[in-house]
């Protein structure tokens, strides 16, 4: 019998090593599917109970494998779908291929039922590579390029494929005019260095400062070796941006642990306060955390050149692979004698955590939420991956969480869209069955997303040889976040009707899909609750009832800040007593002894 196009892009992605594509069916993409029975489902092909969950798990897979997401859905509304969590990896600079049915070709133009034009629209999300195959000899060099591009520029990509093509008979293109061949897959790894003199130049500036910090960001990940290095021979602190979160543990003495609005006080104490300042694999784009522009000569490490030295006027711009560059720099650093800069650093990150801890165990009504996560830091093990979802559960994630041990993490990091927390811990099972996962998520982000995906856990489940995937909902009613900005941003009471949402009970709904439930309404639980859960023998929904009025503050507050706090709750916020005795214990404990 003769391959049909469908059994050709199947066998290619075998070829590529893909073991799972994260989709919902659909009749665009029949062929495909089809494709997926006869080829016994290898690679196995994953149902997500939406099509944007299936690209966020997707993203979340490549996040946390280091290997090309694949995600596929139908025509018209299924690629629609997608578009949400592909925005979440070009944000955040993922690779993931997209492969998309399409109306018939016969039927195209003709306003035909689903018919999308797919090219405006994945036009600015996949623009780093996005074709229609219209002939089968336009395979597999199309696939091919699709996760090449991927995997050399970090991005996502999509192939669009009309429905009546996935059948018919695949024709391998020809050595002839106009036709385009493939070469086999196989890996790309880039060991790109700067020029030698360009390193002279950047270990000129290091050598010359006298109060060193470093910011990493996801892009020194595989350096995290050569990071811990230069931060010895210069006492440099280290800052982790928000995605570069578990580039280092933060147990190491000299990390400061995250910076900017849901950063560390240290982390900002050390910006304000240095002379020189070395950027590592991060694009962090808010320069108002950084120095006072001309108190540091910068220096700045990434991959990309076209992201390079655009966040602080960098003197020194290498653009190469973080790990090969530092390699080259490191034996050109001197070994600065006097400490006292790394003292007064390491000094401010003991006393930092010791104010979250006393911050964390502060009495709220009925749970404080940090004290969630700092319950969890005392506990989790060192192999975890942990997803956060965004809103005030960034905050507690970003703060509270001490990474340490090979802890691996993620986030929604540039688009901070809501509802991939608990899409990106599928993801992280997929790629390490073999490792706990915990999604930490608002109430809020669990109603629009994770509920649905509570059954997709229970369906894969069985193929994860650790069977722990826990889902902690910090339950409290309130669309959180955005109420703490309609209040520091705007001077606004919180509004109610847009801010409050339905109760139920999580724990309930995840005993209804198989999964083990634990409800916790006393902070003293926590710790037992956090241990059954970890001890488990199937995924676990931990549902916290949470404080909502526990304010996520910067340490850095701002005078404006804190005056528009005040106008909310002269205007009528509901329970402004509260709110206000909840922030003045929390902002207090900055100043505890």
Known sequence: MAMQVADHVVQRLREWGVEQVFGYPGDGINGLVAAFGRADNQPRFVQARHEEMAAFEATGYAKFSGK?????????????????????????????????????????????QQEVDLQSLFKDVASDYLVEVNVSSQLPNALDRAFRTAMTRHSPTALIIPSDLQEEEYQPPQHEFKQVPSSPPGALASTTVPPQSEIQRAAEVINAGSKVAILVGQGAREAAEQVVQVAELTGAGVAKALLGKDVLPDDLPFVTGPIGLLGSRPSYEMMR??????IVGSNFPYAQFLPEFGQARAVQIDLDGTMIGMRYPTEVNLVGNSKATLEQLIPLLQRKDDRSWRQQVETNIEHWWQTIEHQSMLEAKPVNPMRVVWELSQQIPENTIVTADSGSAANWYARCLRFRGQMRGSLSGTLATMGPGVPYAIGAKFARPDRPAIALVGDGAMQMNGLAELMTIARYRHLWSDPRLIVCVLHNNDLNQVTWELR??????????SQTLPDVSYADLARCFGLNAVSVEDPNELADAWRLALSADRPTVLDVRTDPEVPPIPPHATYEQIKEMGKAILHGDPDAWHLMLQGAKTKAQEFRP
């Open 68 to 112: 090309v997401g694949v995600c596929t859905a139908t025509s018209g509304p299924g690629a629609i779908h997608l578009l949400n969590g592909l925005y979440d990896a070009k944000l955040d600079h993922v690779p993931v291929v997209a492969i998309v049915g399409q109306t018939a070709r016969s039927a195209m133009g003709g306003s035909y």
């Open 273 to 278: 306060d240095c002379d020189t300042l070395l």
């Open 488 to 497: 520091a941003m705007g001077g606004a009471p919180k509004f109610e009707e």
